[in-house]
């Protein structure tokens, strides 16, 4: 087993609901998709769709700010076109990683705060993953 692992009857998704329980944060079903959300006075800011993977809401400007240590990580996937990032949870130290994050996404989607002014920002789940090409014309010398 890897250092820092835990055994696999339990899911990483579990144990960061359970190590939010006493966060300023409720769950709920994820309004995206299957899964679960922890939701801060409504706003749903983190988003737990598979067993591994955590998605965390921020803003722009924090995720400008702290990609280089993100993406250094190995840990975190920032997408293109969205406040929402990813994170990879297979060991403590990404639980850990994930509080830090939600802790940011709680300070920066606080609706209590007079600079709040979030748009409704669908997550990444929702985002298809790939695009079909479209249809090639159809040509006379296809016929021959």
Do not use: K
Not at 66 to 72: D, G, I, M, Q, R
Request: proline residues 11%; hydrophobic residues 35%.
């Amino acid at each position: 087993m890897r250092r820092g692992c835990r055994p696999r009857s339990v899911s990483y998704a579990a144990l960061a609901v359970e190590r939010f329980r006493n966060w300023p944060l409720a769950v709920r079903r994820a309004d995206c998709g299957p899964g679960r959300a922890l939701t801060l006075a409504g706003i749903q800011i983190v988003h737990l769709h598979q067993d591994d993977l955590a998605e965390v809401l921020l803003t722009e400007r924090v995720i400008g700010r702290l990609s280089p240590a993100l993406t250094s990580s190995g840990r975190v996937d920032i997408l293109p076109d969205t406040p929402w990032v990813q994170v990879h949870l297979d060991t403590d130290g990404d639980l850990f990683l994930l509080q830090s994050l939600v802790s940011l996404a709680i300070q920066t989607n606080d609706p209590t705060t007079p600079t709040h002014r979030r748009p409704n920002t669908p997550c990444p789940y929702l985002r298809p993953t790939h695009v079909p090409a479209p249809p090639r014309p159809f040509s006379q010398s296809a016929r021959l």
